[in-house]
């Protein structure tokens, strides 16, 4: 007798995270998908502990909660529940409380990982919303059959298998699944998708756009996996490019030309996500082309923050840069001044120090002699940062010192 397509693709996928240490817990809507992946766990022997939520969204929801219950008593197998204490329509805020209870189950009981059914026509659905969404070439992956949420492992093991093929299994194996009506209710996007959107397009273009969908997907997953490895020495610490000083970021790209756009616009993504920040696809197109084209005292705003382009490095301001507008006699003080905390130290000596270079500014210190206490000579100090560098003057001709000094200074903000 032939091996069923479902069983063999469950048996492959564990059999490559084999041996399982700890049961799985499955997230078990009742649906096609979760009851044929429960039962499919079933028949392979694996210890598996079926998590149910109810949203409470509809009035028949508890008594479906009972026939769930009582197909997993049947099984012997564990059933674990739990019910919305705030019932809301919405689809995130709905993802997220369930999210929640299985991330506290997960810690408190301990499994190996969170399995979730989700198939190829859901997968499909998701990188088709994510082109109308205008997601980054690489995000067009969708979801991945192995990943995580927090510390919590995620597994996916149906993503290459289509609801057909899901749907002729529950019908081999006698499986009764539930039928949620709000799947079909259009005021939520993921029926939207499912009822009309894909299923429009298919007819309008006069096939399944599924697969072609799912393989996207697939290929968007594999660009991702080979930049991240591409751009791997562009995060290795230490990194003497990219220095993170008091005032921000400084990312000098110099030393990288030419480097290809597709791996330019990877790295600031995964750069911006690291900061928090959603840059704009306008923005991201900017500082690519500034930087490439080595252009200077470029400004371009990233959310609430600004970035600095020039001659090819890029600096990322986390707070604004300190000023000091006064005059100080050269001696060992410590000063405050708006946000930031100066610290002055002032030595006899020899000189031993080689000119001032305001890349050492940015790192929140310089250290200089007697000799070389002002930055005249020095070429390609950036426009924007000329008014931060300590500078040294005579006063009234008087000479800054009379005998052979060593200063050092630094700065960082306040606590």
Not at 13 to 27: E, T, V
Not at 213 to 218: E, I, N, T, V
Not at 239 to 257: A, I, L
Request: aromatic residues 10%; without cysteine.
């Amino acid at each position: 007798m032939k091996n069923d397509l479902v069983e063999d693709t469950v048996s492959s996928f564990l059999a490559l995270r084999s041996p399982l240490k700890k049961p799985l817990l499955l997230g078990f809507s009742g649906g096609v998908d979760s009851l044929s992946l429960a039962h499919a766990l079933f028949l392979k022997g694996i210890e598996v502990h079926l998590a149910h939520f109810d949203h409470r969204w509809r009035k028949e929801s508890r008594d479906e909660v009972k026939q769930l219950e009582k197909w997993a008593k049947e099984r012997k197998l564990i059933f674990l529940t739990e019910s919305s204490s705030q019932p809301k329509a919405d689809e995130m805020w709905a993802r997220e409380e369930r999210y929640a209870f299985f991330s506290e189950l997960f810690s408190s009981r301990g499994y190996e990982a969170l399995v979730l059914a989700h198939q190829l026509d859901d997968q499909a659905e998701t990188v088709l919303k994510r082109i109308f969404e205008g997601a980054h070439l690489q995000n067009l992956k969708g979801m991945e059959p192995v990943s995580k949420r927090g510390e919590m492992p995620l597994w996916r093991p149906f993503l290459s298998l289509s609801k057909k093929t899901i749907r002729a299994f529950a019908d081999k194996n006698k499986l009764e699944p539930l039928e949620d009506r709000t799947n079909f209710d259009e005021k939520y996007m993921r029926a939207r998708m499912r009822q009309t959107i894909v299923r429009e397009i298919s007819r309008h273009f006069g096939k399944e756009v599924a697969p072609p969908l799912y393989r996207l997907g697939q290929e968007a997953r594999e660009l991702d996996g080979y930049l991240e490895r591409a751009t791997q020495k562009f995060f290795k610490t230490p990194n003497q490019s990219r220095v993170q000083g008091p005032f921000g970021v400084m990312w000098d790209f110099n030393p990288f030309f030419p480097l290809e756009t597709v791996e330019l616009r990877y790295l600031l993504h995964a750069f911006f996500k690291e900061k928090g920040k959603g840059a704009t696809r306008a923005a991201l197109d900017a500082i690519i082309e500034n930087l490439k084209l080595k252009k200077p005292n470029q400004r371009i705003q990233v959310a609430k923050s600004e970035v600095i382009i020039d001659r090819g490095i890029l600096f990322y301001l986390e707070r604004p840069l300190p000023i000091f507008h006064g005059e100080m006699s050269l001696k060992t003080q410590t000063i405050t001044t708006q946000d930031w905390l100066w610290t002055i130290q002032v030595e006899g000596g020899e000189e031993a120090f080689s000119s001032p270079n305001w890349r050492d500014w940015w790192k929140g210190k310089i250290s200089l002699s007697s000799s070389s206490l002002d930055w005249k000579g020095q070429s390609k100090i950036p426009a924007f940062f000329r008014p931060s560098l300590p500078l040294f003057i005579q006063k009234d001709g008087v000479e800054i010192s009379p005998s052979p000094i060593l200063v050092s200074i630094s700065v960082k903000p306040r606590a």
